[in-house]
């Protein structure tokens, strides 16, 4: 790089191999903490030169301790870079950064030592010491790619960096390793076939483009180019393929080009997907909000529409199953009370069948999926078997619906925490409920079908000898949420003491939740009554009628 990086000349980008090297680092801050870190990555050897008056960096203390890096408790000495290398580089070191500011006089003295002996110099702040800067790096394996903004950008360099590694497909590292391999595999049997005069030595230079003769036609007269056509041929998958099938390629993927082309089949033809082999089954796990379709997540709603099988809880209300495209193959669980866990199952081994035959698979839950939903076990499960869902979070039930029922979760001077808790514990279980808080705004999910059961626990002292807890106040706020945001939400307001009471009265009206705390009454102060009953709630959809009418009007 030139001295000034603020010259409108172009710097010279390279990457640098620096195992074994010797990195001189001036300072104990952060940043030389970093460019430790940075150094030990590229396999070098940092030195670490300064006094132990400033205190070192907690990470560089550690990688001292672990002897991956040298401590020099003294300040910088001249001939430091040129005894503290390598011995087959005459002692002189290899790089060096300080870390010490523009402004410190140590590093203008050091910068100029290091130029006259031709040693590379990274100074902090001060882009005119410098004769190469670092770059904002994105590695996958063997991609590594690196953005600079030549001193100017603060930090928009590393914002490129996430707007470029973000519009990469994953895995694209493990092709480009798969793809080399097998490179060196057809060229070592290519060689071994004397098809080829040389061993393959290394890969082309990645900053030169293809030469004109890349797309050039081989016939069977061209002895020199067909000794080398299948190498060619993979060099054309290289350019041609979308990156995303690259990414995705596969050890039977590329058995099955190589099978294509010894048979003749046309390259263009796998890169539009005709004779490809089967597509590996995808799984998503996602979330279906509280109720109301419009509290979909457009992620969600996306995997709605290009899924191919979709596994839906009883629960997913009929407005939301409507969005899916009629010739999606839908399954409704088969869940009812003792047969969780055979429905359960029954649903993972039919999303793995149809993983196995290479099919897009939505596991559609309630809610949000982790929050008791079995979605982490299921992600487990599907990972075991090969196949890492793709987690896509819902809109839970216990968040929103208090918001539907216009009680505030928290509110100042009244409740300044929410505790989420199932009310029904594993194999049907009684789960421990919560001591009192007087300031927590408790949710109970799956609570309602043992309300009764619930209720007393709560409000009465433990008896059999389980660890001490506050019972809760019998005229404590509460209220039954059920079917939240949906037009036939209904909202029971009453106390623990008369809550079972009020249930029983109106009956059920699945899924449901329980609401405890003093928040429940703010909004809706409790009167003379022991309960009181909301039906119906059109909010949602009176906002969408608005918001049509209004583009109507515009248009109009």
Known sequence: ???????????????????????????????????????????????????????????????????????????????????????????????????????????????????????????????????????????????????????????????????????????????????????????????????????LEGDEDDSTGQNHMFNKLVTEDDISAAKTRRIRWLSQICEYWPLHKLAAISDADIDTILQAYSSGKNILENANGVGHPQRKGKIVLAGSGPGHPDMLTRATYNAMQNADVILADKLVPEPVLKLIPRRTEVHIARKFPGNADQAQEEFLQMGLDSLRRGRCVLRLKQGDPYLYGRGGEEFEFFRG???????????????????????????????????????????????????????????????????????????????????PRMPWPKDTPCAIIERASCTDQRVIRSTLENVCLAFEAEGSRPPGLLVVGASCHILHPRGNQKWTVEEGFRGLDELRDEIVSQNNQEHD
């Open 385 to 467: 078997e090969g196949f890492t869902p793709i987690v896509l979070p819902g809109i839970t039930s216990a968040l929103s619906a208090s918001l539907f029922a216009e009680i505030p979760a928290t509110h100042r001077g009244v409740s300044d925490q929410v505790l989420i808790c199932t009310g029904t514990g594993r194999k049907g279980a009684a789960p421990e409920p919560p001591t009192y808080v007087p300031t927590q705004t408790v949710v109970f999910l799956m609570a309602l079908h043992r309300l009764s059961a619930l209720v007393e626990s709560l409000t009465t002292l433990p008896q059999d000898g389980s660890r």
């Open 1 to 199: 790089m030139t001295d000034n990086l603020t010259s409108t000349l172009a710097p010279l980008l390279a990457a640098v191999y620096s195992e074994s090297q010797v990195h001189l680092i001036v300072g104990s801050s952060p940043l030389a903490a970093a460019r430790c870190a940075k150094s030990l990555e590229a396999g070098a050897k940092p030195i670490i030169v300064a006094s132990d008056t400033g205190g070192l960096h907690f990470s560089l203390s550690e990688h001292i301790e672990n002897g991956s890096a040298q401590w020099l408790r003294r300040e910088f000495q001249d001939d430091d870079l040129k005894c503290l290398g390598r011995e087959e580089v005459d002692h002189v070191v290899d790089m060096v950064f300080v870390t010490l500011g523009g402004a410190h006089p140590l590093s203008a003295h050091i910068s100029k030592l290091c130029r006259r002996l031709r040693i590379p110099v990274n100074v902090s702040d001060a882009p005119e010491l410098c004769t190469f800067s670092l770059l904002s790096t994105y590695s996958d394996g063997p991609l590594h790619i690196g953005i600079t903004t030549s001193g100017r950008g603060c930090k928009l360099a590393s914002r490129l960096r996430r707007e470029i590694s973000c519009s990469l497909p994953s895995n694209l590292g493990t092709a480009i390793d798969r793809l080399g391999a097998v490179r060196r595999r057809l060229w070592a049997e290519d060689y071994a076939a004397g098809l080829c005069a040389a061993p």
